[in-house]
């Protein structure tokens, strides 16, 4: 399996090394296909999918912002003394190169399944720390390798807590109350099926890099991992020449805030079970950083080190915003879903909301933005043909996350980390997308096959 796996990413690999544009160029170009796309197949005239374009850059700013805070939070968090060290600790298990692949795949899976932006930052950060590990103890690690064993564990994010889709179902007053009521999260996110069809692609994805390993003789690119020692955050607060100085170091102050906000967020979860925004995501990771941090000083440190993984990432949401808009406001979605809509049976609509997830997900990123557009197409289709709601939310969720593979939008916080590009992992990332289409597949075949 082993020499087989690395025949079949080969030829991804050299296409990727090739062909693969920079992401930035990668939204570009998908803006100038949408446009086409938008005026070749709706009525929609050149000058009216301009303004709709224009208008519609905007339409993510308040998403930048909190994505934005989730990166600088989770940077900051994961980059404190104790979340260091247990990264550090648990990086040095693998003795072998196999071994190595897979735990940082399992890593970063069951840290996407807490919330997807911790995963991101974990299976960065793990895979730097088995990267320093492995050549400590002279494992010949592949580093771009160790980097896509990480973000092919981000692909079981949207089956876990911070699911977009099914997180949209369970809040009171969504869009699609009326016809389908409140699904609770046993019924989605924590359905055994779900949960059993998670822990099977975390598994996949690990036997597959696993085997993606380069074999001895051949050579190993080996790369010095950038520094995550906090930069300037390490010696940050040491300076007690003045009252300021001193009052900025003390670590009482930093607790006392995070502390205000884990109680704010304790009787957030009392009152509300396990309701999740994304909001509360960042005030979890704020007020855990902060706690776990030296002092306010060194805190900011933090966050002044992990600002530099923004640029890249801030920079495309307007461009998806626009393709956004573009598919919303001219029915472009619509022409899209509706012609997997034609061809399913009870039985294979979920597989075939998967498959349009899918595919949707080049042209909107967003897993929430990609269910406010699909949610009501598929809806409408499953209660038609009585297939029950649940199969065709988590349908368009596996369609979404999957192939965020190889949809470079979600690369960029963990590239941005280890200081690599896209292109570095992305053939590896195609071998993981044809794994994950068979779990993927299979699985929402076997969950059609028992409700239609």
């Not at 580093?143 to 994010?157: M, T």
């Not at 396990?274 to 995501?281: H, I, Q």
């Not at 706690?291 to 530099?308: E, G, M, N, Q």
Request: charged share 10%; net charge neutral; hydrophobic share 55%.
């Amino acid at each position: 399996m082993r020499l087989s796996a690395e025949r079949l990413a080969r030829p991804f690999v050299i296409f990727v090394e090739r062909f693969y544009p920079d992401p930035f160029v990668f939204a570009i170009l998908l803006t100038g296909v949408t446009f086409a796309l938008a005026i070749g197949l709706t009525e929609t005239r050149a000058s009216q999918a301009l303004t709709i374009w224009g208008e519609g850059l905007t339409g993510l700013l308040a998403f930048i912002t909190q994505i934005a805070l989730t990166l600088l939070c989770a940077h900051a968090l994961a980059h404190t003394d104790a979340i260091r060290a247990g990264i550090e600790f648990v990086a040095r298990w693998p003795r072998s190169e196999r071994q190595a692949y897979a735990l940082v795949a399992v890593v970063a899976g069951l840290g996407s399944l807490l919330a997807w932006s911790l995963g991101l930052v974990v299976g960065a950060l793990i895979a730097l720390g088995v990267a320093r590990a492995g050549r400590d103890r002279g494992l010949r690690l592949h580093f771009p390798l160790l980097v896509a064993s990480a973000y092919g564990g981000f692909v079981v994010w949207h089956m876990g807590y911070s699911s977009s889709a099914a997180l949209f179902v369970a809040t009171p007053g969504h869009a699609l109350e009326s016809s389908i009521g409140i699904i609770p999260v046993s019924e989605t996110i924590f359905a055994p099926w779900n949960l059993l069809l998670a822990l099977l692609t975390v598994a996949v994805v690990a036997a597959v890099c696993a085997s993606l390993a380069p074999r001895d003789q051949e050579p190993v690119e080996l790369v010095e991992a950038p520094s995550t020692d906090g930069g300037a955050a390490a010696n940050a607060g040491q300076d007690g020449s003045s009252f300021g100085r001193w009052l900025e170091s003390r670590r009482w102050i930093s607790l006392a805030m995070g502390g205000l906000l884990l109680v704010y967020l304790a009787t957030w979860f009392a009152a509300r079970g396990l309701e999740l925004t994304l909001d509360v995501v960042n005030w979890s990771f704020l007020g855990a950083g902060l706690v776990l941090a030296r002092s306010p000083v060194h805190y900011v440190a933090l966050v002044r080190d992990a600002s530099k993984t923004l640029g890249a990432i801030v920079l495309q949401y307007p461009f998806y915003a626009g393709i956004m808009a573009l598919m919303t406001q001219t029915d472009l979605v619509h022409v899209l879903s509706d012609g997997f809509v034609a061809i399913a049976s009870p039985a294979t609509l979920g597989f075939w909301a998967f498959v349009s997830g899918g595919v949707l997900n080049f042209f909107v990123p967003s897993g929430g933005g990609q269910w406010a557009v699909q949610g009501p197409i598929f809806i409408e289709a499953a209660r038609e043909l009585g297939v029950e709601a649940p199969v065709v939310v988590m349908g368009v969720a596996y369609g979404d996350q999957w192939t965020n593979l190889i949809q470079p939008f979600w690369t960029l916080p963990m590239l941005a980390i280890v200081g690599l590009n896209a292109r570095a992992i992305m053939g590896y990332c195609f071998v993981i997308l044809l794994a994950t289409f068979v779990v993927f597949g299979s699985g929402m075949l076997w969950v059609g096959a028992g409700t239609g």
